[in-house]
């Protein structure tokens, strides 16, 4: 079984910053693209950014130059460092990977962790 588990949500002030942290674990064989979604009450899932095995990120624009996605394929974790945080940054953070195990190649996520930006 393949298990992504996410951390480091919570409250913060508008113009603060949080680190999310999500670590695969399970029978990994790779570790392909990692990514992470938000989703706003009332609003679809959208992906904040990714990235790849080798390190290329990609944004969406709502976030560039706030937030920066970083990897240690190592220990198969990938961080989301969010700074300058806005109310509108207010959603659930969902982890994803696209990685091989030994049951094949597929697409994974993890639970959610709440984020709220709020004075």
């Known amino acids: 079984q393949v298990q992504l588990v996410e951390s480091g949500g919570g409250l913060v002030q508008p113009g603060g910053s949080l680190r999310l942290s999500c670590v695969a674990s399970?029978?990994?064989?790779?570790?392909?693209?990692m990514g992470w979604y938000r989703q706003a009450p009332g609003k679809e899932r959208e992906l904040v950014g990714h990235i790849t095995s080798s390190s290329s990120t990609t944004y969406a624009d709502s976030v560039k130059g706030r937030f920066f996605i970083s990897r240690d394929n190592a220990k198969n974790t990938v961080h989301l460092q969010m700074n300058s945080l806005k109310p509108e940054d207010t959603a659930v953070y969902y982890c994803?990977?696209?990685?091989?195990?030994?049951?094949?190649?597929?697409?994974?996520w993890g639970q959610g962790t709440q984020v709220t930006v709020s004075s």
């Open positions: 994803n990977a696209v990685l091989r195990s030994f049951g094949g190649r597929g697409v994974y």
């Open positions: 399970g029978r990994i064989l790779s570790i392909d693209d």
